[in-house]
């Protein structure tokens, strides 16, 4: 009877207490659970095998839980998973550690955020069109933002800050027009914020601890200018003397022009005669005109 009815069990809340040691074997049987919170407590088991095998799975939390291990990729196994809860760990991993894409398309809230992930953000969780919140925050992942984060088209929160995320906001996040919260701050991102309605909406907190510009932050972008080599402009010539050739250029300009202009008519009288009587009939024009 005992085993039959953890067979049926569909819920199990074991938060907020103080287990210690590996997770009982004896939940195992519990196969039909959709609901399961072993959150904050102080278990010091990594995920057991078993735990992926529960198909019907549909919340899981064990944040706060005291993990100190990779995150396995069997985690894909929970088909029927809506929401994933991992925070507050020690997990780690490097690489392609998160393959979604192909397995957890039911999934809308996934939680990794105060871990030790590192590596870069996988570009399959991209894939998970029916994501709604994402949050990555507190790990050391590097590398850039996916540039298809676009296609994630039903989030509504995400949550990338403080990590080393470098290069520009991809333009495409700008499809994002569900998305409400936003947390990009205390990273290596550059340049300008990409413009849309809602991003320009957010608060500015959203940005902070990177060097990007454009609403809502205060300063606004301004085209940077490759400031010039002057030590590549000057050479030594002539026995060591220093030469600017910047202005030598510009002396030989003034000279060029000069002659090309007025060579012509100092060298040839009929073309400086032509010259000068187009100008004294100019002359009669114009007074002709103020008169």
Known sequence: MRSLVLHNLVSLDLSFNSFQG??????????????????????????????YSFS????????????????SSSI???????SIDLSYNELGG???????????????????????????IPKEVTSLRGLQSLNF????????????????VSLESLDFSVNQLSGHIPPSMSK???????NLSMNHLIGRIPSSTHLQSLTA???????????????????????????????KD??????????????????????????????????RFLYFQFLDRLGNKLRGVVS
């Open 137 to 152: 925050s507190f790990n050391i992942l590097t590398g850039r933002i996916p540039e298809n984060i676009g296609d994630m």
């Open 56 to 71: 019907h799975l549909e919340f899981l939390d064990l944040s706060t839980y005291n993990l100190q291990v990779t995150i």
């Open 176 to 182: 994002l027009t569900f998305l409400s919260k936003l």
């Open 94 to 120: 490097k690489g392609k550690v998160l393959e979604y894409s192909t397995t957890l398309q039911l999934v809308n809230i996934i939680d990794l955020s105060k871990n030790n992930l590192s590596g870069e």
């Open 205 to 235: 907190s959203s940005f902070v601890g990177n060097e990007l510009c454009g609403l809502p932050l205060a300063n606004n972008c301004t085209i940077n200018y490759v400031k010039p080599n002057t030590e590549n402009e000057r050479s």
């Open 76 to 82: 894909g196994n929970l088909t029927s998973a809506i």
């Open 22 to 51: 590996p997770i009982p074997v004896d939940l195992q049987n519990m196969t039909s659970l959709r609901h399961l919170n072993l959150s904050y407590n102080v278990f010091n088991s990594s995920i057991p095998n078993w735990l």
């Open 238 to 271: 002539f026995g060591g003397l220093e030469v600017d050739w910047f202005y030598v250029s510009m002396a030989l300009g003034f000279v060029v022009g000069f002659w090309v202009v007025w060579g012509p008519l100092l060298m040839n009288k009929h073309w």
